[in-house]
């Protein structure tokens, strides 16, 4: 909900608006009635200009509620979706692992947009049809009591018969079209993601079956859903006309009510009922948002995992200054590290020493614990035991200072459907182009950058543009250009054919400076002379 300082006017201008819409209906039939009678026009004056002031009324209030109302919910929108990002900031990316990609998409995109109907579609019309609908008994009231006590008999029958009616019919398919959304959106990202797989395989079909038969549910749910609000309207409508016409039988007995009296009280239900038609909407919407409220507090848990490293300040009282200058060694004693939720340690008693300068080997096979070593060098991942970075422990520092001295290479590294300029401003934004072109030629990209037609050329999404070894170029460009006095290259020759990956490490390992050290981690073996020694991890434990 946003502010109540925000809130009320849109609230107060939707009141005004509907009161406006029933006090024109009622002014209106009492001055046709009256007019009838052929009074003197004095007589119906203050009738004339009150169906003008209520025409004009209704209208600008009518603008002011959906200005107010709006600005208000998308003011909130906008903050609640940056709570939401500041709550995942902290649980990427290794606290992410585990998520479907399309899960949080629907999470920050359908599921928080339907948020906004809390203020705009439920909170509001059910304040303004409440009291609109209570103004508008009493007043009838005060023409005749028996038509007060149809109309309000009528409005509780009506609120009672379409909510139940929606609850009946259309609950279901409410609730299950955020879920529907989102798996729709994970398997359209998967099918598209793995499309080259699938089409190896004779996978594509299938694919895109599942995508038909989910898009066949979330139609169907839609469908059902706008079954159970056209039903919540023709049985608000039915009883509108029972008010009216219980209205005729109880106040129209001949002589019991003058003409333009018994107009107002038969036609003022009509005006009531139109207003009172937005809260089984309402019950709707808010089924909506209750469903959507509970995928988002699924998706996003209040706190990260303890394994998590948090992004944030250093430690009260501690100096955040790493002391270690351009250059920087590592050093971990003891450290043993695991994954969010797994049952065992991945890293178990890792001792290692990378002085400044130092280029190390890590190898093992799949799952020997290099990854986690990598990721527990950046603190993605927590650890036990001893990290100290130039001779200052890591738990000192805030996990950002960490990762502006030791900077990751990851196996798939992250290119953004930009170009490639923007693509390494990332690393820094001051940049010149000449700085750009002189970091890719270290790279070895020189050549390639000028087929492509310069730092304007496109990497597609996630660098689909581009060959595996020349995303792990770009990405090694731009972390020299971040200037990281140590850098973790982690699988950076995965998926590349022998020959290419002894030239890709050699321009790897040959662009970056004598002063920064490099934590290499390969599965294989690399040429000889290229690094300084070689680390063997079997089982989370260093191989003597």
Not at 63 to 75: P, S
Not at 300 to 306: G, Q, T
Request: one cysteine or more.
């Amino acid at each position: 909900m946003p502010p109540l300082r925000r809130f009320w006017p849109g609230a107060a201008s939707g009141f005004l608006s509907e009161a406006s819409a029933v006090a024109l209906l009622a002014v209106s039939a009492w001055l046709i009635v009256r007019a009838s009678e052929q009074p003197i026009l004095l007589a119906i004056s203050v009738a004339v200009v009150g169906v003008r002031l209520f025409a004009l009324t209704r209208a600008v209030f009518r603008y002011t509620d959906r200005l107010a109302g709006h600005d208000a919910a998308l003011r909130q929108l906008a903050t609640t979706r940056s709570d939401l990002l500041r709550r995942l900031i902290p649980l990427a990316p290794d606290g992410l692992g585990r998520a479907r990609r399309g899960s949080f998409l629907g999470a920050l995109v359908d599921d928080v947009d339907e948020l906004q109907n809390l203020p705009l579609r439920v909170v509001q019309p059910l304040t303004a049809s409440a009291l609109v609908a209570l103004g508008a008994v009493v007043f009838v009231a005060t023409v005749s009591w028996t038509a007060a006590l149809t109309l309000l008999a009528c409005l509780v029958a009506a609120g009672v018969a379409a909510t139940l009616w929606g609850w009946a019919v259309g609950a279901r398919a409410e609730r299950a079209l955020a879920p529907l959304r989102a798996r729709l959106a994970d398997q359209v990202l998967d099918h598209l993601g793995s499309l080259d797989v699938l089409a190896a395989y004779g996978a594509e079909a299938e694919s895109r079956k599942r995508i038909r038969e989910t898009d066949a549910l979330l139609r169907r749910a839609i469908v059902r859903r706008a079954g159970a609000q056209a039903g919540t309207a023709a049985v608000v409508s039915l009883l509108a006309g029972a008010a009216s016409i219980l209205a005729v039988v109880t106040a129209g007995a001949p002589g019991a009510l003058p003409g333009p009296s018994l107009a107002v009280v038969v036609l003022v239900p009509l005006a009531v009922f139109d207003v009172f038609a937005s809260v089984p909407l309402a019950a709707s919407a808010w089924r909506q948002v209750r469903a959507s409220a509970q995928r988002i507090a699924v998706s996003l848990p209040e706190a990260a995992p303890p394994e998590i490293v948090a992004a944030g300040p250093a430690p009260t009282g501690v100096a955040p200054a790493l002391g270690a200058g351009p250059a920087a060694g590592l050093r971990l004693r003891g450290v043993s590290a695991r994954w969010p939720a797994a049952a065992r340690a991945a890293l178990r008693d890792v001792d290692l020493h990378v002085r400044p300068g130092e280029r190390v080997l890590v190898v093992g096979s799949s799952g020997a614990g290099k990854s986690t070593l990598a990721h527990v060098l950046v603190r993605f991942l927590e650890h036990t035991g001893s990290y100290e970075i130039g001779g200052v422990p890591v738990r000192q520092l805030a996990a950002d200072d960490v990762r502006l001295t030791v900077g990751l290479c990851e196996q798939h590294p992250m290119l953004f459907d930009e170009d490639i300029r923007q693509n390494l401003l990332f690393a820094r934004d001051t940049a010149s182009d000449a700085d750009l072109v002189a970091v890719l030629e270290r790279v070895g990209l020189g050549p390639w950058l000028a087929e492509r037609g310069g730092l304007d050329a496109r990497v597609g999404e996630r660098g689909a543009l581009v060959s595996g070894g020349q995303a792990q170029r770009i990405a090694l460009a731009r972390a020299l250009l971040r200037g990281f006095p140590v850098l973790v290259l982690d699988e950076p020759t995965a998926g590349v054919d022998v020959e290419a990956s002894d030239r890709l490490l050699a321009d790897l390992l040959g662009a970056v400076g004598p002063e920064q050290a490099v934590v290499l981690i390969s599965h294989v073996g690399v040429p000889g002379g290229a690094v300084d020694r070689v680390v063997r991890l079997a089982d989370g434990r260093v191989l003597d």
